[in-house]
């Protein structure tokens, strides 16, 4: 079963300050989405990255695949209250029909 | 922009009673999906469908049956709601056949806060 897990689980931090996600797994992606979900609202593309090695930036966060595609992370370089929500990666498992979400981090950006 | 648009933000029903949960698409996408997002579990799939009349079930359809008979909607079917089902449902499509290749970004309504009494 292919799993994508996701690090840390909760986070919560001063505006301002630099953070990152992590989302590992054993098996490879063909490629990876990351997900930004506000309360009450479904998830909403942030980007997709697809060449291992590749580091892709959309304003303050910057998101970057490994090298082997088996796992990608998220940085965001002073955080704002804005940012808070819910982060999750996702990605095709490959030889299936099953798209795979990552187990999530919660983000609370405090003013 | 692609929309995905679902039936209904906030749903009330009573155990027993028979829920239709609609969603619509406007982009003409092959692929669609029901999930249903609960604390500490995550988004699970419910049903999915690649074509039109064409179903396939996911990793809980225990309960829930779906249909499309039109390419831009897929509906969920709760046939006998129970208090168990009381859950955030998300419906997405997305417009490429399972890792053909760069585009598989699976598109999100707002979802539909279902609650069972």
């Known amino acids: 079963t292919q799993l994508l897990e996701q690090s840390p689980q909760f986070l919560s931090i001063q505006e301002g300050e630099n953070l990152t996600v992590y989302c590992n797994s054993s098996?490879?992606?063909?490629?990876l989405q990351w997900y930004r979900q506000e309360p009450g609202e479904g998830p909403v593309l942030l980007v997709t990255?697809?060449?291992?090695?590749e580091v892709k930036k959309l304003k303050r966060l910057t998101f970057q695949f490994g090298d082997a595609r088996k796992d990608s992370s998220l940085h965001i370089t002073a955080a704002q209250p804005g940012d808070t929500g819910l982060y999750l990666c996702?990605?095709?498992?490959?030889?299936?029909?099953?798209?795979?979400f990552g187990t999530g981090t919660r983000l609370k950006v405090l003013a | 922009d692609v929309k995905v648009t679902q039936s209904s933000r906030y749903l009330v029903k009573r155990t027993g009673e028979k829920v239709f949960l609609e969603c619509v698409q406007d982009?003409?996408?092959?692929?669609m999906f029901w999930y249903r997002q609960d604390p500490g579990l995550g988004l699970r799939l419910i049903y999915f469908?690649?074509?039109?009349?064409?179903?396939e079930k996911g990793d809980i359809p225990e309960g829930y049956s779906v249909s499309r008979e039109k390419k831009e909607r897929f509906s969920l079917i709760l046939e006998s709601a129970s208090t168990n089902q009381t859950s955030m449902y998300l419906c997405?499509?997305?417009?490429?056949?399972?890792?053909?290749?760069?585009?598989?970004?699976?598109?999100f309504g707002p979802g539909t806060r279902l609650t069972v009494l």
């Open positions: 996702a990605g095709w498992g490959s030889g299936t029909y099953k798209y795979i």
């Open positions: 982009m003409d996408h092959e692929n």
């Open positions: 997405a499509s997305s417009p490429d056949r399972a890792g053909s290749g760069f585009t598989d970004t699976q598109y």
């Open positions: 469908s690649y074509d039109v009349k064409m179903k």
């Open positions: 098996s490879v992606f063909s490629s």
């Open positions: 990255v697809v060449t291992g090695g």
